[in-house]
């Protein structure tokens, strides 16, 4: 039988306003991993999707999913496995462009998938599971 785990971490950036943040845990430590739920390209100082096409998207996105790592005290060079969501197959050249610019190397595993709707004023979404710092070793 496996063990339980026993310590779960709710993973909130400093910052993001709380009537801005959306109705769940933007992340959650557990079992030596950073869980973090997927990220929009909302500016969480207003709560309202960045314009400027989907490079500007997937920057804001890369620095909501950065503010939840590194308010768990883990990078970009943490990721082990990332699921990126995109409304339009023609955006994937600009978003990888943006994406490989931040992600460490070796590049974490993959999923990139087309979805036929998002949320309002988003065309890119991403997901993604880090290593959790060493606590108290």
Same mark, same amino acid.
């Given at each position: 039988m496996r063990e339980a785990v026993t310590a779960v971490r709710a993973i909130v950036p400093g910052g993001w306003p709380a009537d801005s943040r959306p109705p769940y845990t933007p992340g959650i430590e557990a079992g030596g991993f950073v869980f973090v739920s997927g990220q929009l390209p909302?500016?969480?100082?207003? @709560?309202?999707?960045?314009? @400027?096409?989907?490079? *500007?998207?997937?920057e804001q996105v890369l620095r909501n999913l950065g503010a939840v790592l590194e308010e768990a005290g883990a990078s970009f060079d943490d990721l082990v496995k990332v699921t990126v969501y995109l409304l339009r197959r023609a955006d994937w050249p600009a978003?990888?462009?943006?994406? *490989? @610019?931040?992600?460490?190397?070796?590049?974490?595993? *993959?999923?990139?998938?087309?979805?036929p709707e998002m949320a309002p004023g988003a065309s890119v979404e991403i997901e993604a599971i880090a290593l959790a710092p060493r606590r108290g070793a």
């Open positions: 909302v500016d969480p100082s207003t @709560g309202v999707p960045v314009e @400027g096409g989907v490079e *500007r998207q997937t978003m990888n462009e943006v994406y *490989r @610019g931040v992600v460490g190397t070796p590049p974490p595993a *993959r999923c990139a998938v087309v979805v």
